[in-house]
């Protein structure tokens, strides 16, 4: 079977599951309501739909996750399969409640078919989606090591190609240098004012080669000395960096400190002259009433304290927790 015949089943298994609990749902709910009224008070009748849309809420709930989690190869442990037998459970009583208490038991069997079809449904379902992700999941292992034995096969085909071109250089190398041997030996043969010649233009090159050899180790050695320099004078003023932003959000915290300090005592002051008598004037009154706002005082006490009544003291309470709630939803965005 292939991803699209697999895909395909999935789909009529995802279908099937959901027509048929759309379909007891819809039968619930036609059933139950007509006894939820009758055992309802007559002024909250129009609540007896409501319990057959719970139970049937949750059996959504348990076939969608169920599907999530079968998908995923998971399992959801006891609870998952307790909240599944439960809702079907309750939808079978509620179905058979009325006949039963009517004792038809007709209507009993008629009623419970929707029910025992919705529990095996989900049972069934939930069996099926697990076993097709579980073949799902050995064809894609097959499929795998499948690839994984062509590209070993690859491999290999590609380690003997190298080895026989590696032994065909090799040979070609072997027979070079025997080619240069003889012509050397035929060469020593012929002179040996050459010989020396050559040797003296070898230790040359030699001593070339070691010297250069010597000017780039000089040079790679004086490259990594400032490689290290430039990282330790990084590393400083990363250091100098932490230790100034560090300084600052202290100076920050100590500038907060202070005018939360100074704000206190503040509103200290103007909440320690006690109640009066007469009204103060509106502005003194509103920063009696806003220091007694912050204080958590109660509307009463700080409408004794500016002489105001207790309906305007209301008010500015009101526009303090407008602005307190404005400045936190700006604080949280």
Excluded at 15 to 23: D, F, K, N, P, Q
């Amino acid at each position: 079977m292939n991803g699209v015949q697999t895909r395909s089943a999935e789909r009529a298994l995802s279908g099937g599951t959901w027509l048929i609990v759309c379909g007891a749902m819809l039968y619930s709910i036609l059933t139950v309501t007509p006894l939820m009224a009758k055992h309802t008070a007559d002024e909250w009748a129009w609540t007896a739909p409501i319990l057959p849309l719970v139970v049937d809420a949750a059996v959504v709930i348990v076939v969608k996750l169920d599907d999530v989690l079968a998908r995923l190869g998971g399992h959801g442990g006891r609870w998952p399969i307790t909240l599944r037998w439960m809702t079907g459970l309750m939808t079978l009583a509620l179905n058979t409640a009325d006949s039963a208490l009517r004792k038809d038991l007709v209507g009993v069997a008629v009623h419970s078919v929707a029910p025992l079809l919705l529990i095996v449904t989900a049972e069934t379902s939930l069996a099926y989606r697990r076993a097709i992700a579980h073949a799902v999941a050995a064809l894609e292992a097959e499929q795998r090591a499948e690839r994984e034995r062509r590209e070993q096969a690859a491999r290999e085909r590609a380690e003997r190609a190298r080895a026989e071109a590696r032994e065909e250089r090799e040979h070609a190398a072997m027979l070079a240098r025997e080619q240069r041997e003889h012509e050397a030996r035929i060469a020593r043969e012929q002179t040996e004012r050459e010989e020396a010649a050559r040797q003296a233009e070898r230790a040359e090159r030699e001593a070339r080669e070691r010297a250069e050899r010597e000017g780039r180790e000089r040079r790679e050695r004086e490259r990594e000395q400032q490689q290290r320099e430039r990282e330790r004078i990084e590393r400083e003023a990363a250091q100098r960096r932490e230790r100034e932003r560090l300084e600052r959000e202290q100076e920050a915290r100590r500038q907060q400190q202070e005018r939360a300090e100074c704000e206190r005592r503040e509103r200290a002051a103007l909440l320690s002259g006690g109640p009066v008598s007469e009204k103060l004037p509106e502005d003194r009154a509103r920063a009696v009433v806003q220091a007694a706002f912050a204080e958590g005082l109660a509307v009463r006490a700080a409408a004794e304290l500016c002489g105001w009544s207790v309906g305007w003291v209301s008010t500015r309470y009101a526009e303090h927790r407008e602005g307190a709630g404005l400045v936190l939803e700006g604080a949280s965005s």
